[in-house]
Nanobody, 126 residues
Framework: QVQLVESGGGLVQAEGSLRLSCAAS????????MAWFRQAPGKEREFVAA????????HYADSVKGRFTISRDNAKNMVYLQMNSLKPEDTAAYYC???????????????????WGQGTQVTVSS
């Protein structure tokens, strides 16, 4: 079992930056692949970024590639999403997710994740 708590959301102007954090609890965290998803009002929850348990495999949605960076610190049970050059279309609730663990590669779709945080709101003004 993994519990996830996101923080770091807020209101920012376009071209600004935010860093989201996800605190995880659970004995298997160092073997869980992790991801960030986001959901805007009236839209489906979509994949943003994923990182393997070792940090050796990282993937991004095309819409955030070059602007967002996912990272993790297994010693602190933390996952981060550094978001730069933010755009109004990045406005959404951002969710941290963990898979069941012990998989080599991180899933890139929502059904691949079993544990979810409560979300943190990011609003980008133009």
């Amino acid at each position: 079992q993994v519990q996830l708590v996101e923080s770091g959301g807020g209101l920012v102007q376009a071209e600004g930056s935010l860093r989201l954090s996800c605190a995880a609890s659970g004995r298997t965290f160092s073997r869980n692949n992790m991801a960030w998803f986001r959901q805007a009002p009236g839209k489906e929850r979509e994949f943003v970024a994923a990182i393997s348990w070792s940090g050796g495999s990282i993937h991004y949605a095309d819409s955030v590639k070059g602007r967002f960076t996912i990272s993790r610190d297994n010693a602190k049970n933390m996952v981060y999403l550094q978001m730069n050059s933010l755009k109004p279309e990045d406005t959404a609730a951002y969710y941290c997710a963990a898979d069941k663990g012990y998989s080599t590669y991180p899933p890139l779709v929502r059904p691949g994740y079993s544990y979810w945080g409560q979300g943190t709101q990011v609003t980008v003004s133009s």
